[in-house]
């Protein structure tokens, strides 16, 4: 079975962030346990948990953008409403599939999902950070003049 790896690209350099988006990344792992060994049930479980945490995790990192005072807060607010619906609305249809077809599903769902969130959303506030010393530049990561 292949484990997800958290990759330093994924790196904001703010706890808080990183501590989540390495949880969520860690439930994804899980969801591809759970395929691999062919527990529909467990699969659920692990998906529902992801969406759970994923919910705090946005109220977290809203909350910081506030308190940073970073301007596209609204937009990133309705970037996580759409691949939360999203992502509910992927994992409702892996029920109605038939058995045989879930497995290798699941694992997609639940890993588009973390790279939606943290690759294609929070990425974008890499450059801010460091603008705002919030972060620094780490290896692969370009300072902003």
């Given at each position: 079975m292949q484990k997800y790896e958290w990759q330093g690209i994924y790196e904001l350099s703010v706890p808080e962030l990183d501590g989540d988006h390495k949880t969520m990344l860690e439930?994804?792992?899980l969801v591809a346990q759970a395929a691999h060994a062919?527990?529909?049930e467990?699969?659920?479980k692990e998906l529902s948990r992801l969406l759970e945490?994923?919910?705090s995790h946005f109220s977290r990192e809203e909350q910081l953008f506030d308190?940073?005072?970073y301007g596209e807060a609204d937009?990133?607010?309705q970037h996580h409403a759409g691949i939360y619906q999203k992502a509910l609305d992927n994992f409702r249809k892996l029920d109605t599939l038939p058995e045989n077809e879930t497995n290798a599903r699941y694992c997609d769902e639940a890993l588009?999902?973390?790279i939606d969130e943290v690759i294609?959303?929070?990425m974008k506030i890499k450059s801010f950070l460091i603008e705002r010393g919030i972060a620094t530049p780490k290896d692969g990561m370009m300072s902003v003049s």
């Open positions: 439930i994804v792992n062919g527990n529909r467990k699969c659920n945490f994923s919910l308190a940073w005072g937009v990133h607010r588009a999902y973390f294609g959303g929070d």
